[in-house]
């Protein structure tokens, strides 16, 4: 049986112990990285992995606040292959959109394939670190900002690019790789230094670490004053 | 809003795709031709092994009496198990080898002659590598040789970015693991990286091997950085300079 959570458009299904996330498929018929695709009902849903998707890793450790709703439009910043962002894409629906940013052509190869089947994604090959090269790009002020690169400045980042697109009030999510940020410092005060940063800049509403699904990485849910 | 939208993201779609295909150069084909080579070596390796054990119940004692995968594949294919014998100067009775009917043989036979060419592939890639490495970054390879040099690149990624790091940085290529160890725990660090494989090194004393390292990544942090921005040759200048400073 797959039942509503209390977030917008995400599922859940319970099999014994066994508990697994999913979105309703935009596209239905269409795997996007080999995930398993559930029909119920007529209605066709796709399995959300938290081994490979951060935001579903945070759902799982019982985040409260995920702030992503049908009809937003979103700056996704580090999108890689589109892992998360198809889901993303499955939960704004038909009237979201959203901008997938990402920096190494590689990856936005896959990307673009991905915006071809999905029409509320948008790719964008430019680098997060410098919003003013993509600013007229985009369409802003956005609702929800979600970030996951593996940079040293990462937070520095997202804060640029939440003060300069996001609208007020809206949630901006973050994934902090602690390696990334110093390798020798203990991932505990690694996220307490990346706590106190974000802190004075925007409202943290709830914050939770992803093991065992991702090693030494924490997410914060955020919502710009 | 819907239908900017629509437009919009057609026009990011082929600006990204336009994008993505500038991004595309000799640097990327670099690196792929020295991981097929890398890979290919792995192949052939692991294949050599299986059918020297196959063989081996046929005829074990040939398999020890060569040391070459690649002419062990050869000659099992050119030569009847009776010349081999005489080769190794062996009485057929002395063997411990088995007697098997033409198609069992010709098994084996089939996994020596695709060896063949996977060797016969890597040859060819080193080639063409060759020949990509000197015409792409003729500095650096005139030091590294085509075959590390198109590995630093590949560790750093681009030309771009390793003529943007510090010897230093350079020295280390390849020994990530060892250095973040040392960072973390204060295990001793790591004097090398893939430079290791060059001959200077491989060939020195032990002792001498993180001094040549350094000395080696200082030139070749020049020379990337030559080949980058497209000086003129200092190759052998470079080479040259190694060469003095290892006589003292």
């Known amino acids: ?225 | 809003m819907a239908k900017d939208f629509r437009e919009l993201r057609r026009k990011l779609i082929a600006e990204a795709k336009k994008k993505v295909r500038e991004s595309t150069g000799k640097d990327n084909l670099i690196v792929q031709a020295v991981s097929c080579i890398d890979e290919t070596d792995r192949a052939a390796n692991l294949l050599a092994k299986r059918l020297r054990e196959w063989y081996s119940f046929y005829l074990p004692e040939f398999s020890s009496s060569i040391a070459s995968h690649q002419k062990f594949a050869e000659l099992i294919q050119k030569k009847q198990k009776k010349e081999l014998l005489a080769q190794i100067k062996l009485k057929e009775e002395d063997s411990m080898g088995a007697e098997f009917p033409k198609e069992d043989v010709n098994a084996m036979l089939e996994l020596a002659k695709a060896l063949g060419s996977l060797y016969n592939l890597k040859e060819k890639q080193a080639e063409y590598l060759e020949k990509a490495m000197k015409a792409y970054c003729p500095n650096t390879t005139a030091i590294t040789g085509s075959l590390i040099g198109a590995k630093l690149l590949s560790l750093a990624g681009s030309l771009k970015k390793l003529s943007s790091f510090p010897a230093s940085t350079i020295q280390l290529l390849g020994a990530e693991k060892a250095l973040f160890r040392h960072l973390k725990t204060g295990a001793r660090s790591p004097k090398y990286g893939i430079l290791h494989e060059h001959p200077l090194i491989s060939q020195a004393k032990k002792a001498e091997h993180g001094k040549i390292a350094r000395l080696l990544a200082d030139k070749i942090a020049i020379a990337a950085k030559v080949d980058f921005f497209k000086g003129d040759y200092v190759g052998d200048k470079l080479k040259n300079d190694i060469e003095k400073r290892l006589k003292k």
Not at chain 1, 2 to 7: G, Q, R
Not at chain 1, 106 to 121: K, P, Q
Not at chain 1, 191 to 203: A, H, I, M, P
């Open chain 1, 1 to 225: 049986m797959i039942t509503p959570l209390k977030f917008y458009e995400i599922f859940e299904q319970k099999k014994g112990r066994r508990r697994s996330l999913f979105t309703k498929s935009l596209v239905p018929g269409k795997q996007v990285y080999g995930e398993k695709l559930v029909t119920e009902k007529g209605t066709e849903y796709r399995e959300w992995n938290p081994n490979k998707s951060k935001p579903a890793a945070a759902i799982m450790k019982g985040l409260n606040q995920f702030g992503l709703k049908p009809g937003d439009k979103v700056l996704y910043l580090g999108a890689a292959s589109g892992t998360t962002v198809s889901h993303f894409s499955d939960i704004v629906g038909k009237g979201g959109m959203i901008f997938a940013l990402d920096f190494a052509p590689r990856v936005v190869r896959d990307l673009v394939s991905l915006c071809e089947i999905r029409e509320n994604i948008a790719p964008l090959l430019e680098d997060a670190n410098k919003p003013e090269s993509y600013k007229d790009k985009i369409i802003h002020p956005v609702d929800f900002i979600f970030q996951d690169i593996a940079q040293k400045s990462q937070a520095e980042i997202f804060i640029k690019n939440v003060e300069m697109f996001l609208k007020k009030g809206g949630y901006c999510l973050i994934a902090i790789k602690a390696r990334s940020v110093d390798v020798t410092k203990k991932p505990s005060n690694v996220f307490n230094e990346v706590k106190r940063f974000l802190r004075e800049r925007v409202e943290i509403v709830d914050y939770r670490e992803l093991d065992p699904f991702e090693k030494d990485h924490a997410f914060f849910v955020c919502k710009k004053r």
